[in-house]
């Protein structure tokens, strides 16, 4: 900020000044000293059933979910793993350390019996809000399939600007890349000995559900777009730590 008559000659910044104003000794800049706050992570997972097919998208969700959790163990500040599906939230409340996450995650490995006792909320963004969270960084990882556009505008009940809440939407995105070809599938399934035939030409049904999904990512990254929430799609062909973080070079969150 501008210097102040009153300030000390201790908190002059002669660095900044010289990038803000051609004559820094004529107009200094002063440091303003903060005390250091705790951010906390909050990891929200989507356990959706299109979340297993196929099953890569869990091996990135779990990529993405010990990536940030080792990164806010290594600051000593606290982290929260919540699962949901559906309207059923399963919360593993506020963790120190990486053994704690662990113990949560192997509770994981029975999701049936894990989600059997979980507590029943309208969408998991009124959820969130009622954790009254603050100085929090969210990160929400889903495919996006279904209906988000209910879930997304009670995104607002966070405040997440007043609350200095820094949010993220990680969609998993399993058709990127995907090209039509001359030839088509048949499928067999031995237990019910249905047929299924797959049109993969350029202009057949594949291609067509190829671009309906493509184009209801969109729709949700439009949605978000107002509310400034960064909107990342991951390929699932692509390396994802890699792509998170050139992503999160790109917004200066690096």
């Keep these: 900020r501008p210097y102040d008559p009153s300030d000390s000659l201790r908190v002059i910044d002669t660095a900044v000044a010289a990038r803000f104003s051609e004559h820094p000794d004529i107009e200094p800049m002063s440091r303003t000293y903060y005390a250091e706050k705790e951010i906390t992570t909050v990891f929200v997972l989507d356990c959706g059933d299109s979340m297993n097919i196929p099953p890569r998208k869990m091996e990135h969700a779990a990529r993405f ?14 982290f929260r793993f919540i699962i949901f599906r559906g309207q059923k939230v399963c919360d593993s409340f506020w963790m120190n350390n990486e053994d704690t996450l662990e113990q949560f995650c192997k509770e994981m490995q029975n999701p049936t019996a894990l989600f059997s006792s979980a507590q029943k909320v309208d969408n998991v963004f009124s959820y969130l809000a009622q954790l009254s969270l603050r100085d929090s960084s969210l990160m929400i990882v889903s495919d996006f399939c279904g209906q988000w556009d209910g879930y997304i505008a009670t995104l607002r009940l966070l405040n997440i600007h007043e609350n200095n809440i820094q949010p993220g939407l990680i969609a998993l995105d399993e058709w990127h890349g995907f090209t039509g070809c001359i ?4 499928l067999h399934d031995p237990i019910t000995r249905g047929i299924t035939i797959l049109d993969m030409r350029k202009h057949g049904d594949m291609a067509n559900y190829v671009y309906r999904a493509q184009q209801h990512l969109l729709d949700v990254a439009q949605c978000v777009r107002p509310l400034g929430i ?12 890699a792509m998170v973080y050139k992503a999160f070079l790109k917004m200066g969150r690096v």
Excluded: K
Excluded at 65 to 78: C, V
Excluded at 183 to 186: H, K
């Design 183 to 186: 030839y088509g599938a048949t």
């Design 65 to 78: 979910l010990w990536l940030f959790a080792l990164s806010t163990f290594r600051y000593g500040d606290r």
């Design 230 to 241: 960064p909107f990342i799609s991951i390929p699932l062909i692509a390396d994802p730590i």
